[in-house]
């Protein structure tokens, strides 16, 4: 049996006694839905996945992974045997992923901050989950350098076809290292499961600049995802004010930030860098103007909703809702926005093995929240 019928079988087992015949129906454009709540009782809560047996993992900022069976009761019981983490403004566990064999190998990957020479920085480590503990930790990856800054860390984290593992760095606030080769603020990496360096890696022979880079411009990338059908990542990015961006990651593009940007300073609203556009710098596929505060991102490929197949869903910390965006290729050709203040901040959007659509609020009581279709 595959791990999408396997985990749909424990959901659905899990549901029985839940009784959401209360929730309230929400009509959007192309389907009727509810919103059920699995799971509360969560703090901070970062990002989300999908055991095959049904049950949930959950990264709290504050610096736990927590386990939900498959009917959302919360284990007490936080998973062991985490790498230090330190928890210091926008900063703390961050990502969770899962290795494409899984089933066999019981990796799972973390992203989050950590301290060492010179203040803090993303790093990501890998164990394999035993019972309530990851085993066999390794740390497989540091941002350099770390700096004192309390924001911007990135992070997530997404295999591709091949098995190569892309993880997206925030430029920490420092605006002008998203530019530089020789750091890796502001960038998407690329390795190996293990955390090799891949031999085809852009900069991999340009001297003075770090190996691991994919891509740079990036200012905070929060939301990423493979596209289902190209298997290219897809990634959302925030703006400073106004110019949050939707993009295609492709090797060794450069996305702009700070040189070009569709947003302006915070406060006083003067000009950041050169304008919109500027030859060799990547345009972004959809613009938000004013932000939105984009965090999570998902292709929806389940069979619940079918006339959403294919759709991007987009989360939203400032604007409190779930966007669907639907392209023609890279060119967007609707967006709706769902949800307005009912949920409030989604921080993670995920398309669940069994097909509905699952979202993250991010509160100091964070839930888990379901998306499940309702007759018209």
Avoid: C
Avoid at 216 to 226: D, E, I, K
């Amino acid at each position: 049996m595959t791990f999408a019928r396997l985990f749909a079988a424990a959901v659905l087992i899990g549901a029985v006694t839940l009784g959401h015949a209360a929730e309230p129906v929400i009509s959007s454009e192309e389907h009727d839905f509810r919103v059920v709540i699995v799971t509360r009782g969560l703090e901070y809560p970062w990002s989300l996945a999908f055991l095959p047996d049904g049950r949930f993992l959950v990264t709290e900022r504050p610096g736990r992974l927590r386990l939900a069976a498959a009917d959302g009761t919360l284990d007490p019981r936080p998973v062991e045997g985490l790498p230090p983490i330190a928890a210091q403004g926008q900063g703390g566990l961050l990502d969770v992923a899962l290795h494409p064999q899984f089933a066999e190998n019981g990796l799972v990957y973390l992203s989050y901050a950590a301290r060492g020479e010179g203040g803090i920085g993303t790093e990501v480590a890998r164990g394999r989950l035993v019972d309530h503990r990851l085993e066999d930790v390794k740390v497989l990856f540091r941002q350099q350098p770390k700096s004192g800054a309390g924001r911007h860390f990135g992070s997530r984290l997404v295999f591709d076809r091949q098995g190569h593992l892309y993880i997206t760095l925030g430029d920490r606030g420092e605006m002008e290292r998203a530019q530089r080769l020789d750091d890796l603020a502001g960038k998407i990496v690329r390795l190996r499961d293990d955390g090799q360096i891949p031999a085809d890696n852009p900069f991999v022979n340009r001297a003075g600049a770090r190996p691991e880079i994919y891509s740079l411009g990036n200012r905070n990338v929060q939301g990423a995802a493979r596209h289902p059908v190209t298997g290219e990542l897809w990634t959302h990015e925030h703006g400073p004010q106004g110019g949050d961006e939707v993009n295609v990651i492709r090797a060794g593009r450069n996305y702009g930030w700070p040189v070009i940007t569709y947003g302006v300073e915070y406060v006083i609203g003067t000009k950041i860098g050169e304008g919109t556009r500027k030859p060799g710098m990547e345009q972004p596929l959809h613009v938000w103007v004013p932000s939105i505060a984009p965090s999570g991102l998902a292709f929806y490929q389940g069979d619940r909703f079918p006339r959403w197949r294919g759709d991007l869903f987009v989360g939203a910390l400032k604007d409190q809702m779930l966007v669907r965006l639907r392209f023609d290729g890279e060119k967007p050709v609707k967006e709706e926005r769902l949800l307005k203040g009912s949920l409030g901040r989604i921080r993670d959007v995920r398309d669940g093995p069994d097909g509905y659509l699952y979202l993250l609020t991010d509160s100091s009581g964070g839930v888990i929240a379901r998306l499940e279709p309702a007759a018209r």
